[in-house]
Structure formats: structure tokens, C-alpha cells
């Protein structure tokens, strides 16, 4: 990683920060959308980038295609595949998951009387994933390959949204993201708005 583009990066950082803090006292100049965008992207790359290319796996929920939140997604898979980093997509709004953890997570049960969810998702995981339905273990596969997550979402009630919590309960499961194995070594970031 040179020293010449580790000081690019330092500095659109520190713009960034710059225009952070004029945003908060109401003096951004221009289109105050796009200087946002450049924030959340330069911010994003200055984290990917520490070391060169890699995978990144963005999240990002939000019900309305044209929010910010989208806008924010797309210029960053722009800007990151125009670096070169392989990006890859979960739209969690788009999953056919159901909003809660259940049987129907599951191809077969470990104990079919007695319904556990954090002992059916570690013998799920004892078996790499093979007892999951194919969408959690397609978002299992994506986790895997990634060495950055980036998580998109707008804030409600000072929380994200419902259908994201849900998305953790039931892909970070006990036994793939914490337990006996856990995401050591993985960078994770999560960039929310109120848009």
C-alpha cells in the first residue's frame, strides 16, 4: 500500500469530515445529496481499501428504490468495482425469507418435537450448511467469500429496521458467525441514514 495514495486517502478523509461538519451546521454548499454520497463513499473507501482489492459484500434494506439509502448503495458499488474490488449484493427486501426464525429455515430438524432454534442453526452449521434452505445458504456462500461487509440501511425509532434484525438472527447463526467459529479477520461497516 504506498505511502502517496495511504495520503489521498487521508486527506478525502479529512474532507470528508470537513463536510460532515458543515452539514451538521446547516452551511453544506451545492447539492447537499451528492456531498453526501461522496462522503459515505470516500468513507467506505478509505475502509476497503487499507488493504487493496477485495470481496465486498454489501447489505442494504430499504423498501423504496429511489431513497437515499439506494443512492448511497449504488454509488458505492460504482466507485468499488471502479477500483477493482469484486462486489456482490444482498437486497434484503428482495429475500423470500419470511421476517422471523422458524422451522422453515430448515430442510430437516435436528429434533423435530421440540423446536431450538440456536442448536438447529449450530447442527446446520456442524454440517456446513446443508440442513438450511438454499436462500441462507446462498447468503451463508456470499459471507464466506467476503472480506469486507458493508451494511446500508436507514435508522427508525433510533434502531434499524425490523426486517435487518431479522436478516441477523437468522444468517448470523450460532456456530458460521459467532460460537465455536466466528468472522475473525473480517472487516465490517454499517452506514446508515434517516433517508
Not at 428482495?94 to 440456536?118: E, G, I, S, V, W
Request: glycine share 4%; proline share 4%; hydrophobic share 35%.
Amino acid at each position: 500500500f504506498s505511502s502517496r495514495r495511504r495520503n489521498t486517502r487521508c486527506r478525502q478523509v479529512s474532507w470528508a469530515w470537513r463536510c460532515v461538519q458543515e452539514t451538521d451546521q446547516r452551511r453544506v454548499h451545492g447539492d447537499s445529496k451528492k456531498d453526501m454520497l461522496k462522503i459515505v463513499v470516500i468513507i467506505a473507501l478509505f475502509f476497503v481499501t487499507m488493504a487493496e482489492k477485495s470481496n465486498v459484500l454489501i447489505i442494504f434494506a430499504n423498501p423504496e428504490p429511489k431513497s437515499f439509502t439506494y443512492a448511497m448503495v449504488d454509488t458505492c458499488v460504482k466507485t468499488l468495482e471502479k477500483e477493482g474490488h469484486k462486489v456482490m449484493l444482498t437486497d434484503i427486501y428482495k429475500l423470500k425469507m419470511f421476517n422471523r426464525l422458524d422451522r422453515t429455515d430448515f430442510t430437516a430438524l435436528h429434533d423435530p418435537y421440540y423446536f431450538r432454534p440456536q442448536v438447529e442453526q449450530q447442527v446446520a452449521n456442524q454440517k456446513n450448511g446443508t440442513t438450511f434452505v438454499d436462500e441462507l445458504r446462498r447468503e451463508r456462500d456470499k459471507h464466506i467469500f467476503a472480506e469486507t461487509i458493508i451494511f446500508v440501511y436507514p435508522v427508525y425509532l433510533g434502531y434499524m429496521p425490523g426486517i435487518v434484525q431479522s436478516y441477523f438472527e437468522r444468517v448470523y447463526s450460532y456456530g458460521f458467525a459467532f460460537g465455536p467459529k466466528d468472522f475473525t479477520g473480517k472487516k465490517v461497516m454499517n452506514v446508515y441514514s434517516t433517508a
